[in-house]
């Protein structure tokens, strides 16, 4: 078994401030996309290599699928898993390309292998295929990541069509419980399910209503799912993430450039969490050392906003 890179990772930034004091604050530079972005094109870039993380090997010999692990919070996500010892398949949209190839290099770079996999998830057959393709690849499947995710701000209700609506459900929510489907065959006891939900789904969202019904459904499916699943000794739990600046809101079509610059300022802490700021709570849940006594939860990461319970 090849042992965890214990080579250090190079600090990008001054450590002297503690990481809530450290990241980057709006208003960025005024700017736009065309859905669905590429982390390539956003100023500043969004920090995900995570320098002041340490691995302790907890995911070793591990294998996992995360979908939309090219950028943002799935980036994140796979290098640390890599950090940790795990093996990563990604998938993600064919046009995605660039920034899946920028992720299979830090995979490797600390001794892991990267499957790359670009795939239209709103299809069931692509999420057939992800799955048999990353059993086919690495022979074992231990942690599903369903991150990919769709969203279209609409200043009214009435301006959410049915191919707006089904699109989102289908690329939200079909795809998470298709994959969930495809994986458990290969999915033994202390394999986990995580999937990313939002603080829409808790809160609610006035310009997002199709998004935030899914994430709301994503949060009752998790928890059926974990109740289902808890017998067979495997974990399903949700991250229902604040604002995060990934390719996902400035390449939102309902999004102008100026509301972009401030994008995060209405979270509590007075700015969007950075990929690296998410990526430790998906190793915690995935981690069966550290979390083996945890399923069926919506863990929200919302820098200062509060919820009941």
């Known amino acids: 078994m090849r042992k965890t890179s214990s080579s250090p990772v190079s600090r990008e930034r001054p450590s002297d401030q503690p990481q809530i004091k450290n990241e980057p604050k709006p208003p960025f530079p005024p700017q736009h996309q065309d859905a669905p972005g590429l982390e390539s094109e956003l100023d500043p870039q969004p920090r995900w290599r995570a320098p002041n993380y340490r691995p302790a090997g907890k995911l070793e ?52 292998k990267c499957l790359l996999l670009p795939a239209d998830l709103s299809e069931l057959a692509a999420c057939r295929e992800v799955v048999e393709k990353t059993v086919n690849e690495f022979g074992r499947f231990d942690i599903l990541v369903s991150n990919a995710a769709h969203q279209a701000r609409k200043a009214k209700p009435e301006y959410v069509d049915d191919e707006e609506f089904d699109r989102t459900f289908k690329t939200n929510v079909y795809a ?54 808890l017998e067979r000794g495997i974990r399903v739990n949700a ?23 401030k994008f995060g300022t209405q979270a509590p802490i007075g700015r ?29 990461v919302m820098g200062g906003e509060t919820i009941g319970g």
Do not use: C
């Open 272 to 300: 969007p969490a950075q990929p690296e700021e998410l990526a430790p709570a998906y190793v915690f849940l995935a981690s069966d050392a550290d979390s083996s006594y945890i399923t069926g939860i919506v863990l929200p």
């Open 176 to 229: 998470y419980f298709r994959l969930v489907r495809a994986a458990l065959p290969h999915l033994k006891a202390g394999a986990a399910i995580i999937v990313t939900s939002s603080e829409t789904g808790l809160l609610g969202s006035g310009s997002l209503p199709d998004y935030s019904s899914t994430k709301g459904a994503i949060n009752a499916l998790t928890k059926t799912l974990a109740v289902d699943l």
């Open 61 to 112: 010999g591990k294998v996992a699928l995360i979908t939309g692990g090219d950028s943002g919070i799935g980036r994140a996500v796979a290098y640390l898993y890599a950090r940790e010892g795990a093996d990563v398949a990604i998938s993600y949209l064919p046009v995605e390309q660039s920034d899946a190839e920028e992720t299979r290099r830090a995979v490797e770079s600390v001794g892991r």
């Open 239 to 261: 991250i229902a993430p604040g604002p995060v600046w990934t390719p996902l809101n400035p390449s939102d079509a309902g999004t102008s450039p100026e509301k972009v610059s």
